[in-house]
């Protein structure tokens, strides 16, 4: 038996897989998805085994074909997904061993180092596994059983365990000294203790919204939503359906029933959400309709934990897996059907090698499985939209099914757009426009509950010196400092250092530049729009803020939703993680601090992005009997995204926007890939990328379609003290920019203290 291996060595000369002879005693360990321990190039390398073949390679002496060493762990992907790996690896110019790494168990980490030239290769293997624990239960003669007189603890366990089994930890902690007396009767064979798996990360919420209750009737628009799903599944080839229904129409119980009539056949359903702030919202309605058939999946889970549930799914205990962008690689066999919920959102963008869409890589898995793609969002992308409007897009069909509607008596929100130039010239200067402080008070009278976004944190975006106009940067990065009121520091959004500072009119205030104390706070931030509400409201108005810097630990998000939940009457103030998914009846204002925050980006998207977050954040309100309101305030109120917002139409957005990109060639009509080059010395920095630009232009020549730009600084020009530059290519719709990406890349030989990242398909500019 033969195996191909791809080593875990991560570098783009290894760009393929290396034969290996399976000796005998590892034929029935050495399958498709095991990790396995080989010799590579004089040294012992780590590698994931891809394929098995009965007949050695051909072409080769298979005398000469060396052995597998050992089996490190068990298989953690199957065939198609290790198909699916190596199209990533082409299609996004990564290693094929970055690739694989998304499939493998939750906190694997193995590998071959040595501490110094001399030293032999020591193996070093960390990695997450089951944890049984010990329970105690009665045996078969331990109701007849009598302890002596004098045995108190055997008499205390045995009455102890005459209500059931007890865990023994549990058992030691209520009865101290009972770790002997158990040991004792097990002798005697009165009780027996036995092993049990203990499944860790079975997370549970107290939120109303976390149960799905089974409504009475469907709409017309998810009974078309369904109809289409179940053609979809029926085709067997990777057919996607777009599920473009407004805010509050019921997307969940789509995904819910389609999910009931795959399991119906036997078969497995992935999910795919957002934001971790919404797993726990998700996962309960999920649960109450499914039980302990799901699992989940998400990165705040401890290795521990997502060790489990994703043990879970492997073994086939569990067959619904919910979690975020990596629950997409969850070992689930048979998969039947795969949902992306909110399919616009840029988090389903992976940042790091491999750095694939979500999207994109579900499409690729669901036409090799043949299952059926559901891509559901109130604002579908545009590259959805275009692929929906062709029919068809990589040999599949696309569908859009339109879900206008919300159900019951539940409607969409009124949206009101405050000119905040007006505000300001008629003499107010407070964060709040007199319409939304108006309604928020209203609120507050009326006992009820609001959410107020701006998509940024901290007090003030910045400190500047009014008699210098110094402001204050991070040393480390090309960016201005933001100032933390609470903790009176000055924070660097971008690497995470921080410095005291105290802000005007603190008697201690002093600039860094001159001297002078009058260093005051200038913009808004989510801290300063809690302090505004605490001033404005009564104070039996609960506030509760979310956004990077309250979310830092285990479980915070469902926390805070929870307190917010909870509450009679409160205000959530937060970023853009509190925009899209949440659904809370009570809530009937939204408020939009400052509309502008994302328009003005240097970057194509900016506009897309900000109707996206608009329209997410405008459905929280009025999901309930209660109508709801939705106040924006903007600087630019005559913007296409800003009107299609107030007049819930897209076209007067999308039409607009879409005859822009097809005049400039952007996504959705060619990919857009960026290469980005970075090191400590901006010589060799600059140097390394221009020789990969001239090697790109060469290999482009006059094709068709094909635009390179740059090279030239990256926005933030510099990151943790590395400098940074960037080059944008532009391909057709239907090219591969990937192969061609990676071999100028390899051509250029960057040297070690230079790093060159290719992103296709790029969404972050900056």
């Given at each position: 038996?033969?195996?191909?291996?791809?080593?875990?060595?991560?570098?783009?000369?290894?760009?393929?897989?290396?034969?290996?002879?399976?000796?005998?005693?590892?034929?029935?360990?050495?399958?498709?998805?095991?990790?396995?321990?080989?010799?590579?190039?004089?040294?012992?390398?780590?590698?994931?085994?891809?394929?098995?073949?009965?007949?050695?390679?051909?072409?080769?002496?298979?005398?000469?074909?060396?052995?597998?060493?050992?089996?490190?762990?068990?298989?953690?992907?199957?065939?198609?997904?290790?198909?699916?790996?190596?199209?990533?690896?082409?299609?996004?110019?990564?290693?094929?061993?970055?690739?694989?790494?998304?499939?493998?168990?939750?906190?694997?980490?193995?590998?071959?180092?040595?501490?110094?030239?001399?030293?032999?290769?020591?193996?070093?293997?960390?990695?997450?596994?089951?944890?049984?624990?010990?329970?105690?239960?009665?045996?078969?003669?331990?109701?007849?059983?009598?302890?002596?007189?004098?045995?108190?603890?055997?008499?205390?366990?045995?009455?102890?365990?005459?209500?059931?089994?007890?865990?023994?930890?549990?058992?030691?902690?209520?009865?101290?000294?009972?770790?002997?007396?158990?040991?004792?009767?097990?002798?005697?064979?009165?009780?027996?203790?036995?092993?049990?798996?203990?499944?860790?990360?079975?997370?549970?919420?107290?939120?109303?919204?976390?149960?799905?209750?089974?409504?009475?009737?469907?709409?017309?628009?998810?009974?078309?939503?369904?109809?289409?799903?179940?053609?979809?599944?029926?085709?067997?080839?990777?057919?996607?359906?777009?599920?473009?229904?407004?805010?509050?129409?019921?997307?969940?119980?789509?995904?819910?029933?389609?999910?009931?009539?795959?399991?119906?056949?036997?078969?497995?359903?992935?999910?795919?959400?957002?934001?971790?702030?919404?797993?726990?919202?998700?996962?309960?309605?999920?649960?109450?309709?499914?039980?302990?058939?799901?699992?989940?999946?998400?990165?705040?889970?401890?290795?521990?934990?997502?060790?489990?549930?994703?043990?879970?799914?492997?073994?086939?205990?569990?067959?619904?897996?919910?979690?975020?962008?990596?629950?997409?690689?969850?070992?689930?066999?048979?998969?039947?059907?795969?949902?992306?919920?909110?399919?616009?959102?840029?988090?389903?963008?992976?940042?790091?090698?491999?750095?694939?869409?979500?999207?994109?890589?579900?499409?690729?898995?669901?036409?090799?499985?043949?299952?059926?793609?559901?891509?559901?969002?109130?604002?579908?992308?545009?590259?959805?939209?275009?692929?929906?409007?062709?029919?068809?897009?990589?040999?599949?069909?696309?569908?859009?099914?339109?879900?206008?509607?919300?159900?019951?008596?539940?409607?969409?929100?009124?949206?009101?757009?405050?000119?905040?130039?007006?505000?300001?010239?008629?003499?107010?200067?407070?964060?709040?426009?007199?319409?939304?402080?108006?309604?928020?008070?209203d609120v507050a009278a009326k006992r009820q509950k609001a959410v107020l976004m701006l998509n940024r944190r901290g007090f003030a975006n910045f400190l500047m010196c009014r008699e210098c106009g110094a402001v204050p940067e991070c040393p480390h990065c090309s960016c201005a400092l933001t100032y933390h009121e609470r903790t009176h520091s000055l924070v660097c959004h971008t690497c995470g250092r921080s410095w005291p500072q105290r802000a005007y009119p603190d008697p201690s205030t002093r600039c860094p530049n001159c001297g002078s104390r009058y260093l005051a706070a200038f913009g808004v931030g989510t801290q300063r729009v809690e302090d505004e509400l605490a001033m404005l409201l009564p104070d039996d108005v609960r506030i509760i803020r979310m956004d990077a810097d309250t979310t830092r630990g285990k479980g915070d998000h469902q926390r805070l939703l929870e307190e917010f939940d909870a509450a009679e009457c409160a205000v959530l103030v937060g970023t853009q993680m509190i925009a899209k998914g949440l659904d809370f009846p009570e809530v009937t204002l939204v408020g939009v601090v400052n509309a502008d925050t994302t328009l003005k980006l240097p970057d194509f998207r900016a506009a897309e992005r900000t109707y996206d977050l608009l329209e997410q954040v405008a459905g929280r309100a009025g999901r309930g009997e209660e109508p709801g309101q939705v106040i924006v305030q903007t600087y630019w109120a005559t913007h296409p995204a800003?009107?299609?917002?107030?007049?819930?139409?897209?076209?007067?957005?999308?039409?607009?926007?879409?005859?822009?990109?097809?005049?400039?060639?952007?996504?959705?009509?060619?990919?857009?890939?960026?290469?980005?080059?970075?090191?400590?010395?901006?010589?060799?920095?600059?140097?390394?990328?221009?020789?990969?630009?001239?090697?790109?232009?060469?290999?482009?020549?006059?094709?068709?379609?094909?635009?390179?730009?740059?090279?030239?600084?990256?926005?933030?020009?510099?990151?943790?003290?590395?400098?940074?530059?960037?080059?944008?290519?532009?391909?057709?719709?239907?090219?591969?920019?990937?192969?061609?990406?990676?071999?100028?890349?390899?051509?250029?030989?960057?040297?070690?203290?230079?790093?060159?990242?290719?992103?296709?398909?790029?969404?972050?500019?900056?």
């Amino acid at each position: 038996m033969f195996a191909s291996v791809v080593l875990d060595i991560a570098t783009r000369a290894l760009d393929g897989a290396f034969d290996y002879e399976v000796p005998r005693e590892l034929e029935a360990e050495c399958v498709v998805g095991a990790t396995v321990l080989v010799s590579f190039s004089h040294r012992e390398a780590v590698g994931y085994v891809v394929a098995t073949s009965a007949q050695p390679p051909e072409g080769l002496n298979a005398a000469r074909v060396l052995p597998v060493l050992r089996v490190l762990a068990p298989s953690a992907f199957d065939q198609v997904s290790a198909r699916v790996a190596f199209w990533m690896a082409r299609e996004y110019a990564c290693p094929p061993c970055e690739a694989l790494r998304p499939f493998l168990a939750p906190g694997q980490t193995v590998r071959v180092r040595r501490a110094s030239a001399d030293d032999p290769w020591e193996l070093v293997c960390q990695k997450s596994g089951p944890v049984d624990e010990r329970w105690v239960s009665l045996a078969e003669k331990g109701g007849s059983f009598s302890p002596r007189a004098n045995a108190v603890r055997q008499r205390a366990v045995l009455q102890a365990l005459e209500s059931g089994p007890m865990r023994m930890a549990e058992l030691a902690a209520t009865l101290p000294g009972s770790t002997s007396a158990v040991a004792a009767l097990a002798r005697k064979g009165v009780v027996a203790v036995t092993e049990r798996r203990r499944v860790r990360g079975g997370e549970t919420t107290t939120l109303k919204s976390a149960v799905a209750a089974r409504p009475e009737h469907l709409t017309q628009g998810q009974t078309e939503a369904l109809a289409a799903i179940a053609r979809a599944c029926d085709a067997g080839r990777g057919d996607v359906v777009v599920v473009d229904g407004v805010t509050g129409s019921g997307k969940t119980e789509v995904y819910l029933d389609a999910i009931e009539r795959v399991r119906a056949a036997g078969k497995g359903a992935l999910v795919l959400v957002p934001e971790i702030s919404l797993t726990a919202q998700t996962v309960g309605r999920f649960r109450s309709r499914f039980g302990d058939d799901v699992a989940i999946l998400h990165s705040r889970l401890s290795a521990g934990e997502r060790f489990d549930q994703w043990d879970m799914v492997r073994q086939g205990s569990a067959h619904v897996v919910v979690g975020a962008r990596s629950a997409l690689f969850a070992p689930l066999r048979d998969v039947g059907l795969i949902i992306i919920d909110e399919e616009h959102e840029w988090t389903y963008k992976q940042e790091s090698a491999p750095r694939y869409h979500a999207r994109e890589v579900a499409a690729r898995m669901a036409a090799e499985r043949g299952c059926a793609l559901v891509l559901g969002s109130a604002t579908p992308s545009l590259e959805a939209l275009e692929r929906c409007r062709e029919g068809t897009w990589g040999g599949v069909s696309w569908t859009r099914v339109s879900m206008p509607e919300r159900p019951g008596a539940a409607r969409l929100p009124t949206v009101r757009v405050v000119d905040m130039t007006e505000q300001f010239s008629g003499g107010n200067r407070s964060i709040f426009s007199a319409p939304l402080a108006e309604a928020l008070q209203d609120v507050a009278a009326k006992r009820q509950k609001a959410v107020l976004m701006l998509n940024r944190r901290g007090f003030a975006n910045f400190l500047m010196c009014r008699e210098c106009g110094a402001v204050p940067e991070c040393p480390h990065c090309s960016c201005a400092l933001t100032y933390h009121e609470r903790t009176h520091s000055l924070v660097c959004h971008t690497c995470g250092r921080s410095w005291p500072q105290r802000a005007y009119p603190d008697p201690s205030t002093r600039c860094p530049n001159c001297g002078s104390r009058y260093l005051a706070a200038f913009g808004v931030g989510t801290q300063r729009v809690e302090d505004e509400l605490a001033m404005l409201l009564p104070d039996d108005v609960r506030i509760i803020r979310m956004d990077a810097d309250t979310t830092r630990g285990k479980g915070d998000h469902q926390r805070l939703l929870e307190e917010f939940d909870a509450a009679e009457c409160a205000v959530l103030v937060g970023t853009q993680m509190i925009a899209k998914g949440l659904d809370f009846p009570e809530v009937t204002l939204v408020g939009v601090v400052n509309a502008d925050t994302t328009l003005k980006l240097p970057d194509f998207r900016a506009a897309e992005r900000t109707y996206d977050l608009l329209e997410q954040v405008a459905g929280r309100a009025g999901r309930g009997e209660e109508p709801g309101q939705v106040i924006v305030q903007t600087y630019w109120a005559t913007h296409p995204a800003i009107r299609a917002v107030k007049e819930h139409d897209r076209a007067l957005f999308v039409e607009q926007e879409l005859a822009e990109r097809r005049d400039g060639c952007y996504p959705p009509f060619s990919r857009l890939s960026n290469v980005v080059c970075w090191g400590r010395r901006e010589a060799d920095v600059r140097r390394t990328l221009d020789d990969v630009a001239r090697r790109v232009r060469e290999r482009v020549g006059e094709a068709a379609g094909w635009e390179v730009l740059g090279p030239t600084d990256c926005l933030k020009a510099k990151v943790k003290d590395r400098v940074r530059r960037h080059l944008l290519v532009k391909s057709p719709v239907g090219s591969e920019p990937g192969p061609l990406l990676d071999a100028c890349v390899r051509a250029a030989a960057p040297p070690r203290e230079v790093s060159v990242a290719v992103d296709v398909d790029a969404y972050d500019m900056m």
